[in-house]
């Protein structure tokens, strides 16, 4: 089983920053992606930023140019630095973690962590 914990949230001011962080643990094959969503209420989980392994990435338009998403493959942690924060960017922040074995991609995802921007 692999485990995954996300840390880093909290409250900040619009056009602050944060940034979060990701680990993945247990019994790993080959984590070869790992990604951000959030889900803010009564809204639909969203992807945010995702990276390969190879250092791939893939950002939703409405965080280009605001967030940077990076990783570090020997400690299995992915990073995801959060600039110039507005009131939308308020959700739950999850980590995903996607696990290979063979043929068979295992996802794993943490339990979140809140972003709240507000003045």
């Known amino acids: 089983q692999v485990q995954v914990v996300e840390s880093g949230g909290g409250l900040v001011q619009p056009g602050g920053s944060l940034r979060l962080s990701c680990a993945a643990s247990?019994?790993?094959?080959?984590?070869?992606?790992m990604g951000w969503y959030r889900q803010a209420p009564g809204k639909q989980r969203e992807l945010v930023a995702d990276?390969?392994?190879?250092?791939?990435?893939n950002y939703a338009d409405s965080v280009k140019g605001r967030f940077t998403i990076s990783r570090d493959n020997a400690k299995n942690t992915v990073y995801l630095q959060m600039n110039s924060l507005k009131p939308d960017d308020t959700a739950v922040y999850y980590c995903?973690?996607?696990?290979?074995?063979?043929?068979?991609?295992?996802?794993?995802w943490g339990r979140g962590t809140q972003v709240t921007v507000s003045s």
């Open positions: 247990g019994s790993i094959f080959s984590i070869v992606r």
């Open positions: 990276i390969t392994s190879g250092g791939s990435t």
């Open positions: 995903n973690a996607h696990d290979r074995a063979g043929s068979q991609i295992y996802v794993y």
